[in-house]
């Protein structure tokens, strides 16, 4: 079956560094990705759509500048968190959609737990 | 914004009770989702419903989406421990993009031994 790829697992920065998370799709082309933060036992929360080939498209309330993304490939996009800050401490999940497929389901990466200390 | 409204946020029950989750939209709904996270996991994608009044069955479980588009359910029967984790239900509002979906909080499911 399809499967995504994110990477790191888990990743703990100091104040005011940079954190770039990848998500791969590994056996399908997924021309839209999206982003989503989940807080300890609560829903996965979108952040972002990512699209390949162009700007993302980002969901009220979420900073542009502090979240990076950029899709550069059919099967790559990457979530940058600049200048990390203790309250950016979550856990980050990224899902891709089979472009092929007349499915609309997401496969979801294995997410990345982000601590900022 | 739109929201899907989930319930219950937590549900504990003995090996071999039934379970139940449900889902309701304000809105039309073009077709919803169901997902489960396993603790520690990541949401891996159960079954899509599309048509109203829709009923699917995957062993123990039974999806249901209501005759109006707005609201669904999974029930569980006699529940075991691998049933362990949090149900998603993930909608697209009628209109909205594919694969951009609306997630409801989740039900966390316990199971007793």
């Known amino acids: 079956g399809a499967v995504v790829s994110q990477h790191p697992s888990w990743v703990i920065c100091k104040s005011g560094t940079s954190v770039k998370i990848e998500c791969r799709s590994l056996?399908?082309?997924?021309?839209?990705m999206f982003w989503y933060r989940q807080f300890p036992k609560q829903s996965l929360m979108l952040m972002a759509t990512s699209n390949e080939g162009s700007k993302a498209t980002y969901e009220q309330g979420v900073e542009k500048d502090k979240f990076l993304i950029n899709h550069a490939s059919l099967t790559l996009s990457t979530l940058t968190v600049t200048s990390a800050h203790p309250e950016d401490s979550s856990f980050y999940i990224c899902?891709?959609?089979?472009?092929?497929?007349?499915?609309?389901?997401?496969?979801f990466g294995s997410g990345t737990q982000l601590s900022v200390l | 914004g739109q929201q899907v409204m989930q319930i219950p946020q937590y549900q504990h029950v003995q090996e071999g009770e039934d379970f139940t989750t449900y889902c309701n939209s304000s809105t039309t709904l073009s077709n919803i989702q169901w997902y489960k996270q396993r603790p520690g996991g990541h949401p891996v994608f159960l079954i899509q419903?599309?048509?109203?009044?829709e009923v699917k069955k995957q062993k123990r479980l039974t999806f249901q989406f209501g005759e109006a588009k707005k609201n669904s359910s999974l029930h569980i029967t006699a529940t075991q421990t691998t049933d362990v984790g949090t149900y998603f239900c993930a909608a697209r509002p009628y209109g909205g993009s594919q694969g951009n979906l609306i997630f409801g909080k989740g039900t966390k499911l316990s199971v007793k031994p």
């Open positions: 899902s891709a959609r089979d472009f092929d497929s007349p499915s609309e389901k997401l496969f």
């Open positions: 056996d399908f082309q997924a021309t839209t």
């Open positions: 419903l599309v048509k109203s009044g």
